[in-house]
């Protein structure tokens, strides 16, 4: 009778695998859109022997609809 075979030994167990990690959570939503600031502008008068600036205002942004 043949002497038995050794086998080689089982390889070891693989490590167990992580659960991917978390998806970050949702970024808040933009409370309201940022209307780009309007620089200020500015009108000259020419006069013969004189220039007056009038500095022209913009108008105010509208009021947000009352709920």
């Given at each position: 009778?043949?002497?038995?075979?050794?086998?080689?030994?089982?390889p070891?167990?693989?490590?167990?695998?992580?659960?991917?990690?978390?998806?970050?959570?949702?970024?808040?939503?933009?409370?309201?859109?940022?209307?780009?600031?309007?620089?200020?502008?500015?009108?000259?008068?020419?006069?013969?022997?004189?220039t007056?600036p009038?500095?022209?205002?913009?108008?105010?942004?509208?009021?947000?609809?009352?709920?």
């Amino acid at each position: 009778m043949p002497p038995p075979v050794e086998r080689p030994a089982p390889p070891p167990a693989a490590a167990p695998v992580a659960p991917p990690p978390a998806a970050p959570p949702p970024a808040p939503p933009p409370a309201a859109p940022q209307l780009p600031q309007q620089p200020p502008v500015t009108m000259y008068l020419h006069f013969p022997f004189v220039t007056v600036p009038i500095p022209i205002t913009p108008p105010p942004p509208p009021a947000p609809p009352a709920p």
